[in-house]
């Protein structure tokens, strides 16, 4: 792991303000359906499970008081085994574990890792269980919990698109020479409040609880974010922070935020944090997605942005897992590759990275594809972080994957407009009706 230098706050980008200057508390801030950014904090990134697994098994090996889990795949490999085997280590030493997984993401795995975690005291919970065909007649069943992130006595979280999971294995095609390419953050500082928070809300959801009723109705009835946090906070019986109002640039490196995707009040959050970077780019734009169908307002942001001389690069599955996602991806590319953006496609493994950065200061890391699924479904989660020295490692990385990738020529496509004209209408109107039967509302 690599920890970000802090350099002097750099002054934000024209217009920065206006959206990102206002700063509440951590706590406070996982209400409000915007990028909160807070300052101070220390970011680390990490590389695949290689590097994020002995970063948790350390962190794991320290909890004294409570550990908060969420991810959509928890395996039985060796590796992921090995994270199991920590965490109820620290349940008998008295440290208060709570994990939940996905009914859909862990459904081959979870009979194993239940009896597990509930015969070493460890507190597990699905979301959205699936035992029997019939709970696909459920509403809300194509809402899935894909958010990954853990936070260890509300002192250190970690955040991004690696399940729990060994690089080398995939649950479709078995195990693989190379490792699938990941990211994920190790993050200390007040950032990790509003991480701890999402781990709490995610086990109360799962499990029905009181805190996730009263938080709908709340939501429901209108009130204030900022009083119903309140109540929050008298509830963990933690000390109430006060809301305060500081430019961005005032803030002290390193500034981060988390940024939620949900299906109350934060349904769009991540894809306008996304839109906004792009728009203000002046320079450059790489993003990696392994699933890449975007709406047609982000789609032109990113052509309208190479159109104007910034850089875009776009980082794209080579080695596919799922035909259709690669299908659906390439259907956009005659359409991307006139306006200038340069397209890639990851061959050496399978791309699993969920990354984007733009100029020389934004980045953002997380669990988000740039599809439907993930901007209009699932629950997801991103770190967006505000440092130099941060964006200069996630460059170097994306760097590092661009040179063993393929660009596309858009002369290969030339001959093929029509049919990738004709591709895409079909993909999207597929995507339109899946989306109908999800319940998700408005335009795609």
């Known amino acids: 792991m690599s920890v970000a230098p802090e350099p002097g706050a750099a002054p934000a980008a024209p217009g920065q303000e206006a959206e990102e200057h206002v700063l509440l508390d951590p706590l406070i801030g996982r209400l409000v359906p915007r990028a909160m950014f807070t300052g101070g904090n220390q970011v680390g990134l990490l590389r695949g499970g290689d590097e994020l697994f002995p970063a948790m098994l350390r962190a794991i090996a320290a909890a004294r008081h409570e550990i908060w889990l969420a991810t959509y795949i928890f395996n039985d490999d060796p590796a992921a085994m090995g994270i199991a085997a920590a965490l109820c280590e620290a349940a008998a030493r008295g440290v208060q574990v709570r994990v939940v997984i996905d009914g859909f993401g862990s459904r081959a795995t979870y009979p194993a890792i239940k009896r597990m975690?509930?015969?070493?005291?460890?507190?597990?919970?699905?979301?959205?269980?699936?035992?029997?065909?019939?709970?696909?007649?459920?509403?809300?069943?194509?809402?899935?919990?894909h958010q990954k992130l853990c936070v260890v006595d509300g002192a250190v979280g970690f955040v991004g698109g690696i399940n729990i999971i060994?690089?080398?294995?995939?649950?479709?095609h078995g195990?693989?020479?190379?490792?699938?390419?990941?990211?994920?953050?190790?993050?200390?500082?007040?950032?990790?409040a509003p991480i701890e928070q999402a781990g709490r809300a995610m086990w109360s959801r799962a499990q029905l609880g009181e805190d996730f009723i009263e938080e709908v109705i709340s939501l429901a009835r209108g009130a204030k974010p900022v009083a119903h946090a309140k109540r929050l906070l008298q509830r963990l019986r933690m000390p109430e922070l006060k809301q305060s109002r500081v430019r961005l640039?005032?803030?002290?490196?390193?500034?981060?935020?988390?940024?939620?995707?949900?299906?109350?009040?934060r349904r769009?959050?991540?894809?306008?944090?996304?839109?906004?970077?792009?728009?203000?780019?002046?320079t450059r734009i790489d993003l990696a997605s392994p699933y890449f169908y975007p709406g047609g307002g982000f789609r032109a942001a990113l052509r309208q942005a190479a159109r104007r001389g910034v850089r875009v690069r776009l980082l794209m599955q080579g080695k596919l897992d799922y035909r259709i996602a690669?299908?659906?991806a390439r259907s956009l590319y005659d359409e991307l590759l006139a306006s200038g953006v340069q397209i890639y496609e990851y061959t050496p493994a399978f791309l699993h990275a969920k990354v984007a950065l733009t100029d020389d200061e934004w980045a953002t890391i997380g669990s988000s594809n740039i599809d439907p699924l993930s901007l209009l479904l699932n629950l997801e989660a991103n770190v967006v972080v505000r440092d130099a020295g941060f964006n200069a490692q996630l460059a170097a990385e994306f760097d590092r994957a661009i040179a063993v990738s393929r660009e596309i020529d858009a002369a290969?496509?030339?001959?093929?407009?029509?049919?990738?004209?004709?591709?895409?209408?079909?993909?999207a109107w597929c995507a339109h009706v899946y989306l109908r039967i999800a319940g998700a509302t408005g335009k795609y």
């Open 175 to 192: 195990w693989t020479d190379e490792p699938r390419l990941d990211f994920a953050v190790e993050m200390r500082g007040p950032v990790v």
């Open 166 to 172: 060994d690089d080398r294995f995939d649950q479709n």
């Open 117 to 145: 975690f509930c015969d070493a005291g460890v507190g597990v919970a699905v979301f959205r269980p699936i035992h029997r065909w019939w709970n696909w007649l459920q509403p809300g069943q194509l809402r899935r919990l």
């Open 249 to 265: 640039a005032d803030l002290p490196p390193v500034r981060a935020a988390l940024v939620l995707r949900d299906n109350l009040r």
């Open 326 to 328: 690669g299908l659906a």
């Open 412 to 427: 290969e496509l030339r001959g093929h407009r029509v049919e990738g004209a004709l591709r895409r209408g079909f993909i």
């Open 268 to 282: 769009r959050t991540i894809e306008r944090s996304y839109i906004s970077a792009i728009r203000k780019a002046n």
